[in-house]
């Protein structure tokens, strides 16, 4: 049986851990708040652009040649854009999409390149020896906008354009509520507009609008594809990349909740053994006194 | 004169959403005036100012980036990089904003893409301080 002394050491030292824990839980909680608010707010712009390539798809039956980034080739290389976090203590955070990300890197045959956004990610593929095209390390703020964004997309967009990769798969953690976040690896490049894109859009909330068929383009379709299509692009990335965001706050809210449950709980047993100890001791002592004072009528 | 639906999108928020009479943007092909039942049409945006016109208030003004717009009958749709209501433009950040880019590029130490970068952000504080000036309180 521990001393006194050391069992008021741990309630001390767990009950810190408790308010660090708690400390953090509530960050995450006003950060996962957040970034689930920017995540809905960025929705309706990659609706509306989703729609109009849609529709621009519809218009030219052609369109597959209108416009590289639209182009299958034969698959050489494939590049996956990893989403994780930079930090850890996030539960199974990191680990669930860089899993689901390494199953699929056996399921294909051809060889991988990385891009990597979040720290976590980039060191498990430094350390499994994979390769690293271009990482984004401890580059997000808290709250990215648009213009942290274009980096990344760009990157993405040149290494598929410029020959690097055939495919450009999309690694990211959708949020589904504050308990449920799904890994996901989704196509992005070369990207596919007849097909109702399920990456960040839910097929449902599409509304069918009804869009005029003859269209004047100014200047011309090509040059409004080229505006519209890499900035679809970017929205859709950028759409991924608060999605997981958000998931990455929730999971480290869920995580620290549990810990500091489990600190709470620990407390309630040290105590317990603590007024056991002490009772005990309290015990010894009267009866210590008890046969003291019998051992002193005897005589 | 019917009156037209506008909404004007950014990545990061829908900004605007309301029936106007006119709309007044910076097509890349020069600047057009969208009235109801204009026909459909989709076309790149410059970066510049879209007025909005509504019968018996005052113009509304947006400092825009590049984007695109897409004309049906009775809805314009404006997805923009970056808009700003001007009265909402800070003056002292676009300002900041601008000096930083302008001596970014005076450095000349910027690589290919951060320059272009640099440049587009040049292009876009000194838009917002020439719409601030002209239409903000």
């Known amino acids: ?299 | 004169m019917g009156t037209i639906r506008l909404d004007i999108v950014t990545v990061e928020r829908e900004l605007f959403s309301d029936d106007v009479d006119m709309v007044v943007a910076p097509g890349s092909e020069g600047v057009m005036g969208i009235l109801s039942n204009h026909v459909p049409l989709l076309t790149s945006l410059n970066v510049g100012e879209l007025v909005v016109h509504k019968k018996g208030q005052e113009d509304i003004i947006f400092a825009i980036g590049d984007g695109f717009m897409d004309v049906q009958p009775c809805h314009v749709t404006i997805l923009a990089d970056v808009a700003e209501q001007a009265n909402e433009i800070n003056m002292e950040r676009a300002k900041a904003a601008h000096d930083k880019a302008e001596k970014a590029i005076a450095s000349g130490s910027l690589s290919a893409g951060k320059l272009r970068r640099a440049e587009a952000s040049l292009k876009r504080a000194s838009l917002r301080m020439k719409v601030a000036e002209k239409y903000g309180k």
């Open chain 1, 1 to 299: 049986m521990a001393s006194l002394r050391e069992i008021r050491r741990r309630i001390k030292s767990v009950k810190n851990i408790a308010q660090v824990t708690q400390a953090m839980q509530m960050v995450a909680a006003s950060r996962m708040k957040k970034a689930q608010e920017q995540a809905l707010a960025s929705r309706p712009y990659a609706e509306r652009t989703f729609e109009i390539l849609h529709h621009l798809a519809d218009q030219s039956k052609s369109v597959k040649n209108l416009h590289p980034l639209l182009v299958e080739r034969p698959v050489k290389n494939v590049g996956i854009l990893l989403i994780t976090a930079d930090k850890g203590l996030a539960g199974a955070y990191n680990s669930n999409i860089i899993r689901a990300t390494m199953r699929f890197n056996k399921s294909t045959k051809q060889p991988t390149a990385y891009i990597t956004v979040g720290k976590k990610g980039f060191d498990l593929m430094n350390r499994f020896n994979n390769k690293v095209i271009a990482d984004f390390v401890n580059y997000l703020p808290d709250r990215p906008g648009l213009i942290d964004i274009i980096p990344i997309a760009e990157m993405v967009m040149d290494s598929f354009l410029n020959g690097v990769v055939d495919e450009v798969y999309l690694a990211y953690t959708k949020f589904v509520n504050t308990v449920v976040q799904t890994p996901r690896v989704d196509r992005l490049l070369p990207f596919e507009p007849s097909e109702p894109f399920k990456i960040t859009i839910e097929h449902e909330s599409l509304q069918k609008k009804t869009l005029a068929s003859v269209y004047e383009y100014e200047p011309d379709p090509e040059t409004v594809l080229d505006v519209v299509l890499p900035r679809f692009i970017r929205s859709l990335v950028y759409q991924a990349v608060l999605e997981s965001i958000a998931s990455e706050h929730s999971a480290r809210m869920v995580a620290m909740r549990n810990a500091t449950d489990n600190a709470h709980e620990l407390i309630d047993t040290l105590n317990l053994t603590y007024n056991r100890a002490r009772q005990e001791s309290i015990t010894k002592e009267i009866l210590d006194i008890v046969g003291g004072v019998e051992a002193l009528g005897k005589n």
